[in-house]
C-alpha cells in the first residue's frame, strides 16, 4: 500500500509551544518530502529526508527519517502564527507522488 | 523567476457541465502534473506529462477527465461531465525533468452544484 498516515489530523496550539507531527507508513520508503500549505495556496516543499535515521533541521523544523524508514516526524520549537497552515508528508514511488492526509496546525497568537 | 501559473482561480459549475482549467508551467520545465485536492485530504495524482507526452495517468477518471499539453509548454485539464463529487482544487505543479521537486501553482477551486 502507499498508503502515508498523519497524526494528529488537527492541532491548536498557542505562540511559543512546541509541537511534533508524524507521517507513518506500512512499507519501506527511499525518500520522503515533507511540505506546507496555506489556505489558498500550493504546497511549498519544506525538506527532503533520505537516508534512515537522518535529522535535517531548517531554523525552528527539525525533521527526522526513522531508522527503519516507514516513519517520519516534524518537531516546531517555539511555534509561531507564521507556522499555521496544513502540513504534508509525501513519498514517491516510480513516477508517482503520493501524499498523505495532512496535518492541519493553527498557532494562535 | 515567475512561479506556476493557474486559471481560473475559482469556478462554480451544475453537475453535468464542463469545466476547463489551465496551467503554464515555470519556464524551462519539462514535468508537469495535474493533482486533485479533495478538502481534507492530501493532493492525488491525476496525470503526469514529461513534455508534451503522458508519464503516467493511472488515477485519471478517463471517462469523464481529459489533458493535454500540446506543445510541451501550457496544459488543459478538462471535465465533462463534472459530478458532484469534482467538487475539489485541482492544482498543478512542475519540474525539471525527473527532479523529485515539484513547484505547485496556487490551484483552481471547482465547485460543482
Known amino acids: 500500500t502507499q498508503l502515508l498516515e498523519q497524526s494528529p489530523q488537527f492541532l491548536s496550539i498557542q505562540e511559543g509551544e512546541n509541537l511534533t507531527v508524524y507521517c507513518n507508513s506500512s512499507?519501506?520508503?527511499?525518500?520522503l518530502q515533507w511540505y506546507r500549505q496555506e489556505p489558498g495556496e500550493g504546497p511549498v516543499l519544506l525538506v527532503t529526508?533520505?537516508?534512515?535515521?537522518e535529522v535535517k533541521k531548517l531554523k525552528r523544523l527539525t525533521f527526522q527519517f526513522g531508522d527503519a524508514r516507514k516513519d517520519s516526524s516534524l518537531h516546531i520549537t517555539a511555534a509561531q502564527p507564521g507556522d499555521t497552515g496544513l502540513y504534508l508528508c509525501?513519498?514517491?514511488?516510480?513516477?508517482?507522488?503520493?501524499f498523505g492526509t495532512g496535518t492541519s496546525l493553527t498557532v494562535i497568537p | 523567476e515567475a512561479g506556476v501559473a493557474q486559471s481560473p482561480r475559482y469556478k462554480i459549475i451544475e453537475k453535468r457541465q464542463s469545466v476547463a482549467f489551465w496551467c503554464n508551467p515555470i519556464s524551462g520545465h519539462a514535468t508537469l502534473y495535474w493533482y486533485q485536492q479533495i478538502l481534507g485530504q492530501g493532493p492525488k495524482l491525476l496525470i503526469q506529462f514529461q513534455n508534451n507526452g503522458v508519464v503516467d495517468d493511472s488515477q485519471l477518471p478517463k471517462d469523464r477527465f481529459s489533458a493535454e499539453r500540446l506543445k510541451g509548454v501550457d496544459s488543459t485539464l478538462k471535465i465533462q461531465p463534472a459530478k458532484l463529487e469534482d467538487s475539489a482544487v485541482y492544482l498543478c505543479?512542475?519540474?525539471?525533468?525527473?527532479?523529485?521537486?515539484?513547484?505547485f501553482g496556487p490551484g483552481t477551486r471547482l465547485t460543482v452544484l
Open positions: 509525501a513519498r514517491r514511488t516510480g513516477n508517482q507522488f503520493y
Open positions: 512499507s519501506v520508503f527511499s525518500s
Open positions: 505543479a512542475s519540474s525539471w525533468a525527473w527532479s523529485d521537486t515539484q513547484y
Open positions: 529526508v533520505v537516508t534512515g535515521g
